[in-house]
């Protein structure tokens, strides 16, 4: 009767000794991160243990073997006399109280250290505030275990993988974990794979730190809250009631708000790093849900409507057979910042094109990552104004959306949908039907036989598909191609691509990755080139618009070098500047010519539409008529008639810009969610 249990607790021995041998064994493997110079060594570093990043190794090495050795001394204790061991009564109780607020600090610090090199600049109501959301964490877990030495090592695991999550999205993305993100784990996972999960030293510490608490708690050996079923049900339901409470307060009230927390939109980071990871993420995830405009009804929208003024309907006479439209990935003219240089001429193509083109700067709402929002803004005309911080694809798509595929397949034109990467990234599979286009020719089912670079599918072989499509059209069919690229997705360490592109006044951390971020990006330009060359001997009016959906993300001290400044001395109008792509719309037939126009991407499909000469839908007529306030704008800005940079929500934004958005938001928010009783004449092409 005795055998069993004596040979379980005998074989735990071995497994806790190879189990220190391989905590020691990581920190001699990684040994080089606590001796040698950091690899952020470039950021004005404030976190006092990095100077002591010796004496944090030491430590570290001392606190596995005594974990270990006590884990030994249990397990043999345990062996000796068949006893159980743990706490017991109201003294164990607040011993585990006090235990579980002390790992609550230790949490948050491990999460603030790995992500947060400012730590000790925060104001001290937002560390306790910090520490008391981890500890209601804690509660949750400990409560839905029915035990406190295992919620404490789950706890403690918890938070250290969500830290470590947020510094690889932060370092690869250059925007922190965001709730929206878990609405696209499918498109994040298709990624990973892609880059370098290169660990700091920060890292390895909270790493080895955290299995060293764990072991202590482990040889605790208090396993459970309560006995029988009635009190392991009453455990599960106090931690959905607390978790309910905490969603309620933090989530659906002003809490934060409260507190004082208040969001930068364009740079989530900031907020991130001045209030905490975990009250950041919070707020963030707060403002993933839009609220209707202050002065939304649906009878201030059919005012808005009876309001527009409608355009006249294109000539018909110089209207395309081929419209193409391509969004190109990460593609950016980074010479937009006043201290950038290069040895090597960027974009020459490009730049060189004058007859039947237009081209200039175009504001986009996301950077480093977030492409949809873009790919949303162009083929909608919906600005992420009203929620800037949600992924709309994943979100709101629930019903048949008005889009530009739509207006052009009711006029003649046959819309399908490019994208050399897997049909489910950011949900396109189910939201381009119901964008209206007739098919979607993804990786898994298209592009064979095509080149690749760094593993994704070259802008060359992308535009051959595009070309085949043309080609291979009916005779008398009018196509509408839409393409987004995959070629310039970060990342940007690719140890097999040689950099054409060097950078002569920029030595910094970043270096390799953004002179292969700029040799790619003139590959695009080449590209882009044998295109319009094979266009341009067509007897079809060819229509094609070209724009990058994003600037990409290279790293912090790359952008410093950019503005010539600190990100954390950046003005709204230098991080205006990140917000910024380019655009160019060019025909093989005469159309007007234009340069250093700016655009933005919830313009550009309604003012393609009128250089195409086509009919425009109420809707795009209300932009029309926008843009003669409002040049251009982005989801945290707008380029006024003065050529000023103007944030909105400020006293710095007009009255007038400020009336026009707020019923453009209630446009946007009516056609996101009034249904069937969305007007067709307005939002659509009228019969």
Known sequence: MQLLPYLKKKRMIPFKMIGTGLVIGILICFHRLFFEPSRLSNVPVVVPLEDHRTAVFIFLILLTLLSGLDGLRSSYSRFR????????????????????????????????LINNYYLYRMETRYVVLGIAITFVLYLIIIFLTDSMSIGLVIGNCFFLAWGMVNFYVQEFRGIPLQWIDFGSFRTAASVSGNYSYEPTWQIIACLVLTCGISGFYLHARSYHNFRGWIGRAASRAIAVILFVAFASVTVHSDFLEQQGIWLRDWQPWYTYRLFGMESGFLAFAKASYPEAPE?????????????????????GGDQPENIICIMNESFADLSIYPHFKTTTKMLPYLNSLKDNAQQGRLMVSVKGGTTANTEYEFLTGNSTVLSPNTVVYNSFIKQDQYSLARSLKDQGYTPYAYHPYYRNGWNRETVYPRMGFDRFFSLEDSFKGSSYLRGFVSDESDYDQLIRAVEGKKKGEKLFLFNVTMQNHSPYDDPFLKSEVHIPDYHGVDQKKAEQYLTLTNLSDQALKKLIDYFSRSDEKTLICFWGDHQPEIGDDFWSYCLGKRLDDASFVDQQLTYETRYLIWANYDIPEKENQTLSANYLSGYLMQVAGLKTTGYQDFLIDQRKTIPAMNAYGYLGQDGQQHEWGTADAGEQESRELEAYKCLIYHELTAGKERDESFFGIES
Not at 89 to 109: K, Y
Not at 303 to 308: E, F, G, P, Y
């Open 295 to 315: 002065t939304y009804s649906k009878q201030h929208v059919r005012k808005i409507i009876d309001d527009t003024e409608r355009q006249e309907a294109g000539s």
């Open 81 to 112: 006399t068949q006893k159980k061991t743990g706490f017991s009564g109201i003294g164990s109780l607040l011993i585990w109280i006090v235990l579980t607020a002390a790992n609550s600090a230790l949490s948050f610090f491990e999460i603030e």
